[in-house]
């Protein structure tokens, strides 16, 4: 048991898919897992661990932004032995051939800040995914016929962000999406030697302004879950 993670001793698989929203996570749990309990409902941070084809799992939220991810990516690999961990949310198309509903693969990360962004002062520290787990998502959403993209994309520390300018220069140099917690979570598994991975369902265009409906989210979603619990268990 953490500050912010009631769980026991056990109660957390060394697979954990991360969720922002919580209530994501509870559908999550209820829809891929077998047998699926809560283990954690502090501040309403909801985690449940079951089983999906047999392999342990713990799905959890994070809350939103690098901060709040933070401190649940910590906890869950300094206290909780947590090895492999995959971020699954949504992200906001920058470029014209990324289209609503289609899956972005962060291969790497840029960032204004982050809750690392002091450790390395002036040091501009480039995250990446872990190319194991990268290469095995890539594969199962071939397999399933899903329109993926591999590539760099942007942890943004802000939502409302009024840097148009900012925006511009991302497209420029082919960032295919933006999104809020990525960048740290590839930081701190390099940190504790992790495996780590953002397997990002895009639910709005920044360019063009489409969204995708909400009666559509669910099954969107659920192509992005399908292809992180593929990629956690793929063997070499």
Excluded at 20 to 33: I, K, S, V
């Amino acid at each position: 048991m953490t500050v912010h993670i009631g769980a026991k001793p056990g109660d957390i698989a060394e697979t954990v898919l991360l969720p922002g929203d919580p209530y994501r996570a509870r559908w999550a749990a209820q829809t891929f897992l077998q047998d699926a309990v809560l283990v954690n409902e502090v501040r309403g941070m909801l985690g449940y661990t079951g089983t999906w084809n047999g392999h342990r799992v713990t799905i959890h939220g994070t809350g939103m932004g690098m901060p709040s991810l933070s401190i649940y990516a910590n906890e869950l690999i300094r206290d909780f032995g947590a090895q492999t961990l995959i971020r699954i949310g949504s992200a906001g198309a920058l470029q014209t051939h990324v289209k609503v509903r289609d899956i972005v693969l962060a291969q790497a990360t840029t960032t204004l800040g982050s809750p690392s962004r002091s450790i390395f002062r002036d040091l501009h520290f480039a995250p990446v995914a872990d190319f194991t787990l990268l290469a095995a998502a890539h594969k199962a959403a071939t397999a399933r016929a899903i329109p993926t993209h591999v590539g760099g994309i942007y942890s943004s520390d802000t939502f409302y962000d009024e840097r148009q300018d900012l925006s511009d220069q991302l497209q420029r140099h082919n960032c295919l999406c933006v999104e809020m917690e990525a960048a740290e979570l590839y930081t701190l598994a390099a940190r504790y030697n992790r495996r780590a991975l953002a397997v990002l369902t895009i639910s709005d265009h920044i360019l063009t302004h489409e969204a995708l409906p909400a009666t559509d989210r669910e099954r969107s979603f659920g192509d992005m879950v399908q292809i992180a619990l593929e990629a956690a268990f793929t063997t070499a």
